[in-house]
């Protein structure tokens, strides 16, 4: 797919669902709600006007003959991307239990769709390579170590056994597994990476979460699943196994058919 990198389209979210009606694909999961949705018809067909005409006045369409317009290819080709890719990232930086910034990355192939949620509602997509995304989205991750001199430190758990409290038997919490919790609980606060996969059925399932406040409590967990009794791999996270994690899978993604 021959997509222009680093050429960036700031949005609406009305103009990004105006945008996917036209090309007639599912809104990008980073856009959250449907905001056409809940109008009328005739508010819809008004909005979506308007909307129309904003975008040419920003040359993401043509304005045509017969108040028709045209989705340019480009941004055809970049919101396409976002709204049917193999693979979905979601960064979450929170403070003091507000959410402070939301990215989303879209994969396929070697390609990728960076979509910022600004806090304003602005919706900014920019395409990236597949590499650039994944090492930018490593160094947003602060705090952690370069390399992976550490030995294999990785620890197998239940779903269940990663949530805060008593174990339902009543029992003493094993030591490692109270303070993988408390890990977790804190650098919950400051930054998450969920790693999705989109299968043939366009459900999303979660696969990797990388958790970070600071080198002594970052964790990657792998093989997240939605059951209780799924097994979950905590290992001490670093820059080298982030992008390596990161990148391995973007890239196998590429090998399952887009939702």
């Excluded at 108040?67 to 403070?95: G, N």
Aim: aromatic share 4%; hydrophobic share 45%; with cysteine.
């Amino acid at each position: 797919m021959n997509v222009v990198q680093n050429e960036l389209l700031e949005l609406t979210p009305n103009e990004l669902a105006t945008l996917s009606v036209c090309l007639e694909v599912p809104q990008p999961m980073g856009l959250g709600v449907h905001p056409l949705d809940e109008l009328s018809a005739a508010g819809r067909t008004l909005t979506m006007r308007s909307c129309l005409e904003s975008l040419a006045d920003k040359g993401c369409v043509d304005a045509l003959p017969g108040e028709r317009f045209r989705v340019r290819d480009h941004v055809a080709q970049i919101v396409s991307v976002a709204a049917r890719p193999s693979a979905v990232l979601r960064l979450v930086a929170t403070d003091a239990g507000q959410t402070t910034g939301l990215v989303f990355v879209y994969g396929i192939r070697d390609l990728a769709v960076v979509h910022e949620v600004c806090l304003d509602g602005r919706q900014r997509l920019m395409p990236k390579s597949l590499v650039d995304a994944v090492a930018e989205l490593a160094d947003v991750l602060g705090g952690l170590p370069p390399g992976a001199d550490r030995a294999d430190d990785s620890v197998v758990l239940t779903r269940a056994q990663l949530v805060p409290g008593p174990d339902q038997s009543g029992t003493v919490v094993d030591p490692q597994v109270a303070l993988i919790r408390g890990d977790l609980t804190r650098a919950a606060k400051s930054v998450r990476l969920d790693l999705a996969w989109r299968n043939g059925a366009a459900i999303v399932a979660p696969y990797l979460t990388v958790f970070t406040a600071d080198s002594e409590t970052s964790w990657i967990l792998t093989g997240v699943g939605a059951e209780q009794d799924d097994l979950v791999t905590c290992r001490r996270a670093d820059l080298t196994q982030v992008r390596r994690a990161l990148g391995a899978m973007l890239v196998g993604s590429a090998f399952v058919p887009a939702g």
